[in-house]
């Protein structure tokens, strides 16, 4: 790549959701901030190579998309009205630096608003925040192109139709809404690690990089949420491990059979820390919520040089904090994982088949089972439990390891 | 922004049917808060006529336009700035109400 794509790229990164928040602000309207956003980085493109790359891509970016913006409205809003259209055209170019940062988190806000379906919040946050174009997003969600255009031009027009505001929530509703935000930001990380479809990569690294980058951003705006802190130190934990996780052959590699010398040190490190400063803050009498306790966890797990040094008694203490604060099946299910180290299989397998009326449908219950009964000696029921898990699995790799597993059985 | 918002209730679930105070003293408060611009509730679905004149002659059929398990039971006009106000309102209207409630913005 050359020095002038680089910086591209990195503007693209860096710079894309500050142009299109500044401009969604001045002009209240995400179609105009989006596309004018979308035109300054190709006019980058062309004019970089040759003029060479401005001192602050950032200004740049933001003074060429608003004149794009002015542009288009004045090619539209010919005969419109002409005060709306000098009020937005009278304000000064370049925006203090002070306020853009709040335009990014309004932004955010606004593409994860609870009125929007899950998944229109999921495409319109890496649309508007992330800058993936819209054939890089029907991809990683497996739609078509059009459908996926379909689903944020209709989220565009409810949030203009309805009113949705521009803006950060009160501090009444904010813990809230950041939680919705991270629900988005986990999807988007689950997706890209445990990727499902059998024509995909069954880890997909540009949707892990994203979720971080993008939770990295949060975590800059807003600091003192610890659920956010918590939420990036698990995703750095979990991405940390990535390359150890699929082997050679394609498969998936259980976290026992992994080479942890193929770990990424300075993930770990970053992850560790963060969770150490959450730490501290429980310390301090600040309870801790989903995300710090399942960062946590990973922690425990990324400490350990060997599997046997694990310390599995603190990681079943942390999976009693998780159940308390999320009694959802899926904790109990890996709660049971950290049983079997300390009690044996047969007391975990009894823990996991209470979960079978919620979990039946889901292929990490069977997989699960599939194992203890493995560990038990009973091979019958394992192998139709790893037939069942196989059936429900949508990662290649993961159902790969599963066969292979199910087929070294006698 | 006005928005309309929709009282469902639902046939096979009905909810209380003691709601009448309650609501009562939550128009009060829309009113006093500047938020009301209408409202009323509605006969049952039983009452309703639909009237056709786009062909010949005009139709009349006894009934609503759909028949389903969820029917509209009544409807306000609130003024509100933004979705979120009206959200808010509309999360303790379905309180109050015992109902679903439907937000919907005017063109």
């Known amino acids: 790549m050359s020095d002038v794509e680089e910086a591209v790229t990195r503007a693209h990164h860096g710079e894309w959701a500050r142009v299109v928040a500044a401009l969604t602000r001045r002009f209240g309207d995400l179609d105009i901030a989006e596309e004018a956003a979308a035109e300054a980085f190709a006019t980058a493109v062309e004019r970089w190579p040759a003029d060479g790359v401005p001192p602050n891509p950032g200004a740049w970016l933001t003074t060429t998309a608003t004149r794009k913006a002015i542009d288009r409205i004045r090619r539209e809003n010919k005969r419109d009205d002409k005060q709306k259209e000098a009020r937005m055209l009278d304000d000064a170019l370049p925006e203090p630096l002070g306020a853009i940062d709040d335009d990014r988190l309004r932004l955010i806000f606004t593409c994860c608003h609870p009125a929007l379906a899950m998944e229109t919040r999921v495409a319109l946050t890496l649309r508007m925040v992330g800058g993936l174009t819209m054939p890089e997003i029907a991809r990683a969600f497996l739609v078509a192109e059009s459908t996926m255009g379909q689903r944020i031009t209709r989220a565009k027009a409810k949030i203009k139709a309805a009113r949705i505001p521009y803006r950060v929530p009160s501090a009444a509703d904010l813990p809230a809404r950041v939680s919705g935000v991270l629900a988005v930001l986990f999807l988007v990380f689950n997706e890209g690690y445990l990727a499902t479809g059998p024509g995909t990569d069954p880890v997909r690294h540009d949707l892990t990089a994203e979720a971080i980058r993008l939770t990295r951003l949060i975590r800059a705006l807003l600091p003192d949420d610890g659920e956010v802190t918590g939420l990036l130190a698990l995703m750095l934990l979990v991405e940390a491990r990535r390359s150890a996780r699929v082997s050679a052959g394609g498969e998936l590699v259980a976290l026992d059979e992994q080479d942890r010398g193929a770990w990424d040190a300075e993930l770990i490190a970053e992850g560790h820390r963060l969770v150490r400063e959450r730490l501290a803050a429980a310390a301090a009498g600040v309870a801790p919520g989903r995300y710090q306790i399942l960062a946590a966890i990973n922690a425990v797990h990324t400490s350990a040089r060997d599997i046997r040094d694990t310390d599995w008694a603190q990681i079943r203490a942390l999976y009693d904090q998780l159940v308390r604060v999320d009694p959802s099946p899926m904790s109990a299910l890996n709660r049971a994982i950290a049983v079997a180290e300390l009690d044996g299989p047969e007391v975990a397998l009894a823990a996991v088949d209470r979960l079978e009326d919620k979990l039946a449908g889901y292929h990490a219950y069977h997989a699960t089972r599939a194992d203890l009964l493995r560990r038990l000696g009973r091979s019958g029921q394992a192998r139709a439990a790893y037939d069942k898990a196989i059936d429900l699995a949508g990662n290649t790799a993961e159902t790969a390891s599963l066969t292979r597993r199910r087929d070294r059985l006698r | ?107």
């Open chain 2, 1 to 107: 922004m006005q928005y309309l918002v929709s009282v469902i209730d639902d046939k096979t679930h009905p909810g209380s049917t003691d709601r009448q105070p309650a609501i009562s003293a939550f128009n009060e408060r829309l009113i006093a808060e500047g938020y009301w611009v209408f409202a009323g509730g509605l006969a049952d679905t039983d009452a309703a006529t639909v009237v056709d004149n786009r062909g010949e002659q005009a139709v009349f059929s006894d009934g609503p336009f759909v028949e389903s398990k969820e029917y509209l039971a009544g409807v306000w006009v609130w003024e509100a700035p933004d979705l979120d106000v009206a959200l808010e309102l509309a999360t303790e209207a379905s309180k109050v109400c015992d109902r679903k409630i439907e937000v919907r913005p005017f063109r």
